[in-house]
């Protein structure tokens, strides 16, 4: 496996269930982030890990909780969600945050559909 | 309210033709990125620009940063089938995260 993978690629879930959507990064980066990316809608940064720590929240419910558990992975975990967290999840990594000219490496996404 | 707003937002062309798509803000941005997405795949990298005034060319593609850095376009010359995607652009505010706009979907048709 080469750059970032995410699982599951589609998803379906009712507002009762809880998931989960795991992504790898294989580049040796050690900052991750999530976004949502919602049809019409701009790119939304959801949340940033660097060496592991969360640095970024950007006013997420409470609904989503990430974890990484190590730089190379990063999950988040969905309970109870609303139909208007259907969307593209996807991952991205990078060296580190330090921004400038910072490369962010995405996954293909999860789309998720919650019913 | 969007801090970066992109134009057009849909632009269906013919094959060979040119074409400019515009990401704009009142806000300056340490520097700006240009991503293409493909359908069934993440956002891919194609250009940072950084300094104001700033001109990059990829192959047919070129990317120029506005002299106040509040700004930018992209010119694809000559559009192949190939170029058909997503293209977003994504501005760092503060050195500190990137805002994306929403996105051109582009179709070139052969």
């Known amino acids: 496996e080469t750059g970032v993978t995410q699982t599951p690629r589609h998803l379906v879930m009712g507002m009762t269930n809880k998931k989960s959507l795991k992504c790898e990064q294989h580049l040796g980066h050690n900052a991750m982030y999530w976004y949502k990316q919602s049809a019409k809608k701009p790119l939304e940064l959801m949340f940033v890990y660097n060496f592991k720590e969360q640095t970024e929240n950007n006013s997420v419910p409470s609904r989503f909780s990430p974890e990484c558990p190590n730089s190379s992975h990063l999950f988040l975990h969905l309970h109870t969600l609303q139909p208007e967290d259907s969307a593209l999840y996807l991952c991205a990594s990078s060296q580190t945050t330090s921004g400038g000219q910072e490369t962010q490496y995405f996954g293909p996404g999860t789309r998720l559909l919650v019913l | 309210t969007q801090l970066l707003e992109q134009s057009p937002q849909f632009l269906s062309i013919q094959e060979g033709e040119n074409l400019t798509v515009y990401c704009n803000s009142s806000s300056v941005f340490s520097s700006l990125q240009w991503y293409r997405q493909e359908p069934g795949e993440g956002p891919v990298l194609l250009v940072t620009v950084v300094t104001g005034g700033e001109v990059k060319k990829l192959k047919r593609l070129t990317f120029q940063f506005g002299d106040a850095r509040k700004d930018s376009s992209l010119h694809i010359t000559a559009a192949q089938p190939g170029d058909t995607g997503l293209y977003l652009c994504?501005?760092?505010?503060?050195?500190?995260?990137?805002?994306f706009g929403s996105g051109t979907k582009l179709n070139v048709k052969p």
């Open positions: 994504a501005g760092l505010y503060n050195f500190n995260k990137f805002y």
